[in-house]
Each structure stands twice: as C-alpha cells, then as structure tokens.
C-alpha cells in the first residue's frame, strides 16, 4: 500500500518542481500539498472503498486547480507557460479519480453526471462523449439520460448522426416513453433549422441544390415520419398528440409548420369525436400560441391584452359549440370547460380580475343546471365570486349535498366571516347537525366551537357538554375533551378544571392529550395538587403506557422536579416503563433517559 502511494507521489514531483520554480507556490505549501495528497491516496487504495474518500480527494484537486489560475493571473505568469506540466497534469489526474468512482459505483448516475460537467467546463467534449456512453451502458433505462446525451451530441460535438443515434436506440429501448419521442420530433425539427443556416451561410437557393435528402428534410418528411411512429406506436393520447402542436409553434418560420399542425387538428377531430379531452383541445386552440405571443409582444414593448381577451372568447365559444353536440361526454367536458375558467382567472392581471370572476360565474351558474357539480366544484365556485354570491352559491351545494361537512362548514364560515349575530349560527348549526356525517365531523365542531368562544359563552359550555355527553364519533369526543379542558382553564377556577377532569377522565374514549394539559394545568397552578398530577399520570399510564415514551418521561420529569430526594419512586417508575414500552418507544424513551440524566 505504501508503495503504491509513493509511487504517485513520485509521479507528481515534476508537477510540484516546475510551480515551485515559476513562483506559484512556496516550499511550505508544496509540502503541505504533498502531505495532503499523500492522505488522500492512502484513503482511495484502502480495501474497503469509499465514495466520499474519492470526492473529497477530486474537490481538493479541482480547488487546487482554480488557486492556480487565480495565481497565475495574479502573478501575470502566462496562462499557457508550463500548463502541460501543471494544469494538465491536475486535470489528469482529477479525470483519473473521476474514471475510478464511476468504475466502482457505476449505479450512482449523479456522479457521472458529476464527471460529465467536469469535462464540459474543462473543454474536454470528446471524453464527456465517451463519458456519456460509458453511463448508458449502465444507466440505459433512464429516458432522461438519453435526452442529455443526445442533446450534447447535437448542440455541443454539433453531430446531428449521433444525436439521431441516441433517440433512435432509446426508443427502441423504451418505445412508450413520451419525452423521448416530444425531444426526438423537437430535435429533428431543430435539424431542419440548422439546415436552413447552412443553406443561408453557403448562399444557395432551390435552384442550386441538387441535394434530394435535404429537400425532403427541409420539406419536414423526416419531421412527420417522427410523428407518425409516436402516434402509431402510443394511441389514445390526444393530450401526447397536442404536445407536438406546441413544439411546431415553436417553428412556426417553416413553411410546412401550419399545415403540419392543422393535420394533427384534423386527426383529432375525426379519431377523437367522442373523446371529452380531445375536444376540450381544439376548443383550446386559438390560444395554444399564447406564450410566443406573449414573448414577442414583451420584446417589442406592446400590450396584447385585448387580443388575448379576443382569443379567450373564441375559445370560451368553441367549448359552447363542442357542448351542444350529442357525441362527448358532456359532464367531462363541463368540468373541463370549468378547468379552462378557473385557470385563466389565476393567471389573470389584476386589471382583468373582475371580468373573469363574471365569466367564471357564469360558466360554473350555466355548468350547475346541465350536470350535478361535485362538492369540490361548489367549493371552487364559492371562492371566485364574493360574499353575497357565495351564500347563494353555498346554498344550494347544501341543499344539494346535505351530508357534506365541507360545505356546511364553509356556509358557516360565511355567516361567522360576515360577524352573524350567535342567533343565526345557532339556527344554521341546527340545520347542520340534523344529518349525521356533519354532526360527527370534527371540522364543523371545531369552527362552530371556535366561533362561540369569541361571543357567547353560555352556548360554549353547552357546545362542549353536547360534544361529550351525546352519542357522537369518536374523534369528535377526543378533540373537543381536551379543547373543554382548556377553555375552562381560561374562563373558571382551578376547582373548575379539577371537577371537569373528574368528570371527563371517566369516560370513553381516552384521550393522551387531555391527561397531559391537565397535568399541564396543575403543575403551572398556585396550589399544586401532587397526588391529583400522579393519579392522572397514573390513569392516562393505563391506556397509553405501552404506546408513549413521552408519558413516562414526562412523568420522570414531574418526579424529579417536584419529588427530587424520591429515587425510590423514580426508580420503580422507571422500571415499569422498561416492562411497559414496545419496542421502537422503548429505544426512544432509553436514548431521552440518558440526555435528559433521568436514570
């Protein structure tokens, strides 16, 4: 082992002679440089190799790399004089370790990536391409992966061959992954561009070229060859077939472009008569080149807002016309309808806000009398329009959906949002509570509850009375005992909060938190009560002893705090916990025990 490392060490003292005689470093830092990487090879040759011992040893090279350049141009010593002695043999030596880390944990695709960005910023383009080959052969069912290979190839090595390479052995690979297929189209779209320069560069018109390949790919034949094996080989995907109109938008410039992308209308149109989301698309259409719109209009400072609001309009009457005929499911494509409504008022200026509430409105009043909205389709509706509206809007949801929490806990919040007199909340919770599911709903207890504390405490009391005493769910009973406890903490005496505990610790079911906030409560009173904290401890022990560590310690806490000189006690305590605790609680609890010093 020793050997090996002197023997790399050996390698490097050209490297450490030449910085020492061109002043780039002093004799100390040489030896401190030299200790330093003798640390680092003892770590990577150890038997047992370690990720990090390599990343470590390369983030120290490649700072060490950038120190040089820095010096370099510091000390104005010219940034090629003895770079091959230096730099390069840095560089080496940092792509060695890189080789050596993919090599040994070749399943980590970040550190590849790692690698590649490394040879990208070093220039290196050739051995990133072999980089990236070397990651597929491992890596080769990330899409992804291929997309990033590809691309390099194209943009970077400027090899459209290989590009078109790699997509075509990734599709052969994974011929049902969408991006590839959407990248695939867009590269050989971005071909015909390149194309296109070349030709404009070298001056040549139609005449002139004699090139028949070329004139297919200028033409898009290759471009609609792309399309045709996605369409044949993923089927009923109208959104997958929109995806490729929004690329050719995108190259609008070609000739071709448009009546590429009215074909795909048309294939959507006759496969897809029937098919809610298709036609919700072409409803879509005049808008489907918004954000270029939008780029060129920022570019050139103009507003375009009034065309955008035309545009809007086309479309709201192209889903009209799709609605009055019989062949789509026309619930679908109501609610697809609705979607398109509610997402052009969230992304509406605030000038336009106004309008597109009213338009929202409208669609959501027309949509409620063709087909049943879902709750969630009434909630949505009510947080578009104001106050006013909502109430009516609610109204009818409940009327509608007379079980569902949900609403009725929105009406409420409408008439508490708009400072309601308790007479008519407690007129509306009765209307409430005569259906089962909103009467066991913890949410409407706890906005109604919520509500009376603020305004009648009388109607408090009696809510939490009712909340306990009357066959309830279960969840409802457990949430509103503690909050009982608490607000009768805040509002009456200590007695109070002692008779109410009393009163509630008999019953069923047994609540954690309720033990614990009055154990709470008793031990930030002016008269602390020891023996009643120890019997609550000792009750809610009973029912959550096996399941909370936190209980014990809390009770430990208690009984070092109040009961110090009692070792005895603790002990015992302590003790039963150990017996009592399952087994991931009982790590738990030992691990607390030990910081807290509670042994």
């Known amino acids: 082992m020793a050997e090996v490392v002197q023997r790399h060490l050996e390698d490097m003292l050209s490297e450490f002679e030449q910085a020492k005689r061109i002043g780039l470093f002093t004799e100390a830092e040489i030896k401190k440089m030299v200790r330093t990487r003798r640390r680092h090879e003892y770590k990577i040759i150890r038997r047992t190799k370690e990720k990090e011992c390599y990343l470590d040893y390369i983030k120290y090279e490649t700072h060490l790399l950038k120190l040089i350049q820095l010096r370099r141009e510091k000390l104005k010593i010219g940034r090629t004089h003895k770079k091959n002695e230096i730099d390069l043999a840095i560089k080496r030596r940092i792509e060695r370790l890189f080789r050596s880390v993919c090599h040994r944990f070749k399943k980590d695709v970040q550190l590849w990536l790692t690698f590649i960005e490394f040879l990208t910023k070093q220039h290196d383009y050739s051995t990133a391409s072999s980089a990236y080959t070397s990651a597929l052969q491992t890596h080769g069912n990330k899409y992804w ?10 943009e970077t090595m400027v090899s459209p061959s290989s590009a078109r390479s790699l997509f075509q052995r990734a599709l052969r690979l994974m011929p049902q992954e969408k991006k590839l297929w959407l990248e695939y189209f867009k590269f050989e779209l971005l071909y015909v561009e390149l194309i296109q320069k070349r030709q404009a560069v070298l001056d040549r018109t139609k005449l002139e070229t004699n090139d028949n390949e070329e004139d297919a790919i200028l033409q898009g034949k290759i471009v609609e060859i792309v399309f045709q094996n996605a369409q044949s080989t993923i089927e009923n995907d109208p959104v997958f077939l929109c995806s490729f109109i929004q690329i050719l938008y995108e190259f609008s410039q070609f000739s071709f472009a448009e009546s590429f992308i009215n074909k795909i209308y048309s294939i959507l149109k006759e496969k897809y008569s029937s098919n809610a989301l298709a036609q919700s698309l072409i409803a879509q259409r005049p808008l489907i080149n918004e954000r270029k719109m939008l780029d060129e209009a920022a570019k050139k400072d ?46 509406a ?65 409408l008439f508490i949002e708009e400072s309601a007199d308790s007479k008519i909340l407690k007129k509306e919770f009765k209307l409430a509570y005569q259906h089962s599911d909103v009467k066991n709903s913890a949410l409407i207890w706890n906005t109604i509850i919520d509500y009376a504390q603020e305004h009648d405490i009388k109607w408090t009391e009696e809510l939490f009375e009712q909340s306990q005493f009357e066959s309830l769910d279960l969840s409802v009973a457990l949430q509103m005992k503690s909050k009982y406890l608490q607000w009768i903490n805040q509002t009456k005496s200590i007695q109070q909060v002692r008779k109410i505990f009393d009163k509630l610790s008999s019953r069923i079911p047994a609540s954690l938190p309720f033990y614990m906030d009055y154990i709470k409560i008793e031990q930030s009173s ?51 916990a150990l017996h009592a605790l399952e087994s991931d609680e009982l790590k738990r609890f030992n691990t607390e025990c030990a910081l807290r010093n509670l042994t």
């Open 145 to 154: 992966l291929w997309i990033l290979a590809a691309k390099f190839e194209f």
């Open 302 to 347: 103009q507003d375009v807002t009034f065309m955008i609001a035309v545009l809007e309009q086309q479309v709201r009457e192209n889903y009209e016309k799709q609605l009055k005929k019989s062949t789509v499911n026309k619930n679908e494509l109501w609610n697809l309808y609705l979607d398109f409504c509610v997402q052009r008022l969230t992304q």
């Open 349 to 413: 200026a605030s000038s336009n806000k106004t309008e597109h509430i009213s338009t929202c409105d409208q669609v959501f009043s027309s949509a409620s009398q063709q087909i049943s909205l879902t709750p969630e389709r009434y909630l949505e509706w009510v947080s578009i329009v104001d106050h006013d509206r909502a109430k009516v809007v609610i109204q009818k949801a409940t009327d509608q959906y007379p079980n569902d929490s949900s609403l009725w806990n929105k009406r409420l919040s």
């Open 526 to 576: 002016s008269n602390i009560d020891n023996k009643r904290i120890k019997t609550a401890f000792e009750q809610a022990i009973i029912y959550f002893g096996k399941i909370s560590a936190d209980l014990w310690l809390a009770y430990l806490d208690h009984l070092k705090q109040y009961q110090s000189l009692d070792f005895v006690t603790m002990s015992r305590v302590h003790s039963r």
